[in-house]
């Protein structure tokens, strides 16, 4: 135990930084999904098609190629942020995709009474889907949202690869110095563990106060 | 046309044809900032893409995608095989044996698969155990797929309906016969296009490949961007990403191809096989 006592500091940090980094993704994630949902359910063609084209794009290549090419190749491009910002970036554009699929999910569940009821009051295509599909939808989807939020903090473990210290590299470091790999791993594991503990009971919380019995 | 709106009116038309205008000449301005930002970067110089109509380089990165695909059939072959023990394991009537599977499942679905490579690289030498470059790469992805492998599978037999389980009850197989002569292969016809999609998953994962030094694709691209001295960073990601695109994207069509086929082929309620 000394050893991850010795650096605790190194640990700390790393965790501090991971919990922002998702924290960070997941609010980025949920707003570029919203955005991009809507586009996918407008009556508007070519919105449509760059958010099919958007959804796809991101699904089908790596997250780690993401954060490579935002950290080392928008610099080249003359874009820069600093490391984390753009580490945030790269996940929540990624995850956004994944979000976006699951919103879509639960829109389709919504009931079509539900629509036609909200056009006869009079809403438009914004309004219905503001006030009464997607809300909808979100309280139907919560659950595989945690789910993906999970994810979307397993993923973030991969910012390691463009050098961002967060908590699977300070375990790393911290091994490289004490060579207990072992008790550090462990360690962290553990730690990843309770983040996604927080995740799926307040996703569970949530569900419990949100779910719409039909 | 979905739920949300009607069939549009004479108003809503115009109004859709403007966003429509609106949207064409917005995007229109995206890409021409996009390719602004590459030309006044000097990242659309054709020596810069040039090395890209040379054999030797694609026969290079093509060398890797052949490397990717064996990590990833390797690491979703073993991962779904012990993803199908897992689940058949988890719906055991044994509780140790189910206890068992579900603790693994939940405990490998929260370890990032990062830290798994790193206790490949580090814990198991410290062990006496150092495996081929290959396997350092297979083996943490094999361990971190068969949680999500065993979650399809179960939902796979859960989905099954419990007369299944019931009527080989009563032509008296007992439970492991039960499983194997009636149960999996129903579930398993069911869970293919999942099974496929996961594979995508586990064929983006070998891009963590890039931490073992396995020479993988995202890991061959890096080496080929030193060997140029980092002048075709942004060529060689984007020719990566649409290799990683073409593959990924060609094995999520063929899930959902197989989606509809199966939907398609599922006798009607009440339709008895055999009964023709």
Same mark, same amino acid.
């Given at each position: 135990?000394?050893?991850?006592?010795?650096?605790?500091?190194?640990?700390?940090?790393?965790?501090?930084?991971?919990?922002?980094?998702?924290?960070?993704?997941?609010?980025?994630?949920?707003? =570029?999904?919203?955005?991009?949902?809507?586009?996918?359910?407008?009556?508007?063609?070519?919105?449509?098609?760059?958010?099919?084209?958007?959804?796809?794009?991101?699904?089908?290549?790596?997250?780690?190629?993401?954060?490579?090419?935002?950290?080392?190749?928008?610099?080249?491009?003359?874009?820069?942020?600093?490391?984390?910002?753009?580490?945030?970036?790269?996940?929540?554009?990624?995850?956004?995709?994944?979000?976006?699929?699951?919103?879509?999910?639960?829109?389709?569940?919504?009931?079509?009474?539900?629509?036609?009821?909200?056009?006869?009051?009079?809403?438009?295509?914004?309004?219905?889907?503001?006030?009464?599909?997607?809300?909808?939808?979100?309280?139907?989807?919560?659950q595989p949202?945690?789910n993906?939020?999970v994810m979307?903090?397993?993923?973030?473990?991969?910012?390691?690869?463009?050098?961002?210290?967060?908590?699977?590299?300070?375990?790393?470091?911290?091994?490289?110095?004490?060579?207990?790999?072992?008790?550090?791993?462990?360690?962290?594991?553990?730690?990843?563990?309770?983040?996604?503990?927080?995740?799926?009971?307040?996703?569970?919380?949530?569900?419990?106060?949100?779910?719409?019995?039909? | 046309?979905?739920?949300?709106?009607?069939?549009?009116?004479?108003?809503?038309?115009?109004? =859709?044809?403007?966003?429509?205008?609106?949207?064409? /000449?917005?995007?229109?301005?995206?890409?021409?900032?996009?390719?602004?930002?590459?030309?006044?970067?000097?990242?659309?110089?054709?020596?810069?893409?040039?090395?890209?109509?040379?054999?030797?380089?694609?026969?290079?990165?093509?060398?890797?995608?052949?490397?990717?695909?064996?990590?990833a059939g390797l690491s979703a072959g073993l991962g779904g095989l012990a993803g199908l023990l897992l689940a058949v394991a988890r719906v055991s009537r044994n509780v140790v044996v189910s206890g068992f599977a579900r603790a693994y499942m939940e405990t490998v679905r929260v370890?990032?698969?990062?830290?798994?490579?790193?206790?490949?690289?580090?814990?198991?030498?410290?062990?006496? /155990?150092?495996?081929?470059?290959?396997?350092?790469?297979?083996?943490?992805l094999a361990v971190s797929s068969s949680a999500q492998f065993g979650e399809i599978f179960r939902a796979g037999i859960l989905s099954l309906d419990r007369?299944q389980g019931?009527?080989a009850?009563?032509?008296?197989l007992?439970n492991g016969q039960a499983m194997r002569l009636v149960i999996l292969p129903q579930a398993l016809r069911r869970v293919v296009p999942s099974l496929v999609s996961q594979t995508g998953g586990v064929l983006?994962d070998?891009?963590?490949?890039?931490?073992?030094?396995?020479?993988?694709?995202?890991?061959?691209?890096?080496?080929?961007?030193?060997?140029?001295?980092?002048?075709?960073?942004?060529?060689?990601?984007?020719?990566?990403?649409?290799?990683?695109?073409?593959?990924?994207?060609?094995l999520s069509?063929f899930a959902?191809?197989l989606e509809?086929?199966g939907n398609?082929?599922r006798?009607?309620?009440?339709?008895?096989?055999?009964?023709?």
């Amino acid at each position: 135990m000394d050893v991850l006592l010795d650096n605790l500091g190194t640990f700390a940090e790393g965790v501090a930084t991971t919990v922002e980094l998702t924290t960070l993704s997941f609010l980025g994630a949920l707003a =570029i999904s919203l955005v991009i949902v809507t586009f996918r359910v407008s009556p508007v063609r070519p919105l449509r098609l760059f958010g099919t084209a958007y959804v796809e794009v991101f699904q089908n290549v790596p997250l780690l190629l993401w954060i490579l090419f935002f950290v080392f190749g928008l610099p080249k491009l003359g874009i820069r942020f600093e490391l984390f910002t753009t580490a945030v970036l790269a996940v929540a554009m990624y995850s956004a995709a994944y979000y976006a699929e699951a919103l879509r999910t639960g829109i389709n569940t919504v009931a079509a009474g539900q629509a036609e009821a909200a056009r006869a009051l009079g809403l438009g295509f914004g309004q219905s889907l503001r006030w009464v599909v997607l809300p909808q939808a979100l309280r139907s989807v919560v659950q595989p949202l945690g789910n993906l939020t999970v994810m979307l903090l397993m993923n973030t473990a991969l910012a390691a690869g463009a050098g961002l210290v967060e908590l699977s590299t300070a375990a790393n470091r911290v091994n490289l110095v004490e060579a207990e790999p072992i008790l550090i791993f462990s360690g962290a594991a553990v730690v990843y563990a309770l983040l996604a503990l927080l995740i799926t009971t307040a996703t569970r919380l949530l569900e419990r106060r949100l779910v719409i019995h039909r | 046309m979905n739920v949300l709106f009607d069939e549009p009116g004479p108003r809503a038309r115009r109004r =859709i044809r403007v966003a429509t205008v609106v949207s064409v /000449l917005a995007g229109a301005l995206l890409v021409a900032l996009a390719v602004r930002q590459f030309a006044i970067n000097g990242e659309l110089d054709w020596k810069k893409w040039a090395p890209y109509t040379q054999w030797p380089n694609w026969r290079y990165l093509l060398t890797a995608l052949g490397q990717t695909l064996l990590a990833a059939g390797l690491s979703a072959g073993l991962g779904g095989l012990a993803g199908l023990l897992l689940a058949v394991a988890r719906v055991s009537r044994n509780v140790v044996v189910s206890g068992f599977a579900r603790a693994y499942m939940e405990t490998v679905r929260v370890i990032p698969a990062v830290l798994l490579i790193y206790v490949v690289l580090f814990v198991l030498p410290s062990l006496g /155990l150092d495996l081929p470059l290959l396997w350092k790469l297979v083996v943490p992805l094999a361990v971190s797929s068969s949680a999500q492998f065993g979650e399809i599978f179960r939902a796979g037999i859960l989905s099954l309906d419990r007369g299944q389980g019931e009527a080989a009850a009563a032509l008296g197989l007992n439970n492991g016969q039960a499983m194997r002569l009636v149960i999996l292969p129903q579930a398993l016809r069911r869970v293919v296009p999942s099974l496929v999609s996961q594979t995508g998953g586990v064929l983006k994962d070998t891009s963590l490949g890039f931490f073992v030094s396995y020479a993988e694709l995202l890991f061959s691209g890096k080496v080929l961007i030193g060997y140029y001295q980092n002048q075709l960073l942004i060529q060689t990601y984007l020719v990566i990403g649409a290799i990683y695109f073409t593959a990924n994207y060609a094995l999520s069509r063929f899930a959902r191809w197989l989606e509809r086929r199966g939907n398609s082929n599922r006798p009607p309620l009440g339709h008895y096989p055999g009964h023709r």
